[in-house]
Nanobody, 127 residues
Framework: QVQLVESGGGLVTAGKSLRLSCAHS????????MAWFRQAPGKEREFVAA????????YYADSVKGRFTISRDNAENTLWLQMNSLKPEDTAVYYC????????????????????WGQGTQVTVSS
């Protein structure tokens, strides 16, 4: 049974940074490509960033490119999202997700069916 547990959310002012963590337990962490999604009140869930099982490949939404960094440590079974220069529009519940499919050249992390999801962590950015 795979479990994903997010942490690190909180309330910050615009321009500050936060680092989210996603702790994985169960099946081997390196079996999964991982991603972060977010959902703001009244809005649909949106893709934020993804990383291949090896960490070699990353993919970002345009809205966070250059500000957010996704990373992982397979030995620590942990995924991170470093969020810098936060904006009020980054306010949302952030979720990590795990996908067991192959990361091929045409892999689209926005469109895959994720096998497992965490419960989410709230990020609030005040202006």
């Amino acid at each position: 049974q795979v479990q994903l547990v997010e942490s690190g959310g909180g309330l910050v002012t615009a321009g500050k940074s936060l680092r989210l963590s996603c702790a994985h337990s169960g099946r081997t962490f390196s079996s999964y490509n991982m991603a972060w999604f977010r959902q703001a009140p009244g809005k649909e869930r949106e893709f934020v960033a993804a990383i291949s099982w090896s960490g070699r490949h990353t993919y970002y939404a345009d809205s966070v490119k250059g500000r957010f960094t996704i990373s992982r440590d397979n030995a620590e079974n942990t995924l991170w999202l470093q969020m810098n220069s936060l904006k009020p529009e980054d306010t949302a519940v952030y979720y990590c997700a795990a996908d067991s499919s192959l990361w091929t050249t045409d892999y689209n992390p926005r469109a895959v069916w994720y096998d497992h999801w965490g419960q989410g962590t709230q990020v609030t950015v005040s202006s």
